[in-house]
């Protein structure tokens, strides 16, 4: 609420209006408007300014006036599969801050299946929203037939979605994160790396599998036959149990950090220390994963670089521009006490 005067000097609280926002962030009433309406085309600065000023005063601008001005209703559309797994949820979290950062209001479609049939559901639900655009989030395979056939006037862009699709993507390097991982093990002198991955319909994991397969071949390394997972510790413990059993695994690279919580269980009830006898790697980085035991070396993906890559193409694509088409967002290696290397006999 802003609070103004009622003509004998006493404050009296109404609802904040857009000169109230101007007053205090101190530009214009038309710079404010930009902000609201066109973020992209105001310095960062005065940006932030302006929605500070509107957080402090509890601004809510009029959408319906907004719209009749602009032909924006100022509101963005996301499908995501509805699941409380680490990536999808933190990537949906990192795209709706970025966009409220930028003034934008969010609708959420959630799915509880990825494919042609869902995805056309969703997205006809906030088109009768009148979104101005809709990201996709498509980490499964299933889901390419379904961005495939999408309104060819509606702005999309999709996150973490396969090859050969029509619209922009952004997501993290997969490939070359798993590629890191593995390269971190055979340094520390492993002969080979063993993987324990996620189900076969995830684009991620199959981004995985080729990064840790690829550095195998080039070295000249034994390949494993990879195992595949749920993505739940319940998965790692029962597939760790069996490379536990086994004398020669010395490294595994996991495709998740909870898949690689249930292997570190496994390993300690198999009596195999980790790393003096096995070396662990995961990937995600959950918040968890550096109070483990040991803590555990994985893959930092940064979700908030994918949302804001994801809502720039998004702005692009609104804006009528063909820009990229493909913006990758690098992973990081985190090594803590998970891995060492091997015992020498």
Not at 30 to 54: F, G, I, K, Q
Not at 246 to 255: L, R
């Amino acid at each position: 609420m802003a609070t103004a005067s009622d003509g004998g000097g006493r404050p009296r609280s109404r609802p904040a209006v857009l000169g109230d926002v101007a007053a205090l962030a101190g530009v214009s009433a038309m710079t404010v408007s930009r902000v609201l309406n066109t973020p992209d085309r105001v310095r960062a600065e005065t940006r932030a300014r302006v929605l500070a000023a509107v957080r402090e005063l509890d601004y809510w601008p009029n959408s319906a006036a907004r719209q009749l001005v602009t032909g924006r209703s100022g509101v963005l559309g996301v499908v995501s599969i509805d699941t409380t797994l680490y990536g999808p949820a933190s990537t949906l979290y990192c795209i709706e801050q970025t966009a409220r950062l930028s003034g934008y209001t969010v609708s959420i479609a959630s799915l509880s299946a990825l494919n042609r049939r869902s995805i056309e559901e969703g997205v006809h639900r906030l088109r009768s929203q009148s979104v101005d655009g809709v990201i996709i989030v498509a980490p499964h395979e299933s889901a390419a037939d379904g961005l495939r056939h999408l309104p060819p006037d509606l702005p999309v862009v999709a996150v973490d979605a396969g090859e050969d699709i029509p619209v922009p993507v952004a997501m993290v390097d997969q490939r070359a994160g798993a590629v890191r991982a593995t390269r971190h093990l055979l340094s520390l002198g492993h002969e080979t790396v063993w993987h324990l991955g996620g189900p076969a319909d995830w684009i991620d994991a199959s981004g995985r599998i080729e990064g840790w397969k690829s550095v195998l071949e080039a070295e000249g390394r034994p390949v494993p036959e990879p195992l595949r997972g749920d993505w739940s510790p319940r998965s790692g413990h029962q597939l760790g149990r069996r490379l536990a059993a086994d004398p020669s695994v010395t490294a595994v690279f996991v495709g998740n950090d909870q898949m690689a919580l249930g292997v570190l269980r496994a390993m300690r009830e198999a009596g195999r220390r980790v790393p003096e006898d096995v070396s662990v790697v995961g990937f995600d980085d959950v918040p968890e994963s550096a109070y483990f035991w040991p803590p555990l070396t994985t893959v930092r993906q940064d979700f908030r670089e994918v949302g804001r890559h994801a809502f720039h193409l998004l702005l692009d694509r609104m804006a009528g521009e063909e820009g990229e088409t493909r913006r990758l967002v690098e992973p990081d290696l985190v090594v803590r006490e998970s891995t060492g290397s091997p015992k020498r006999a």
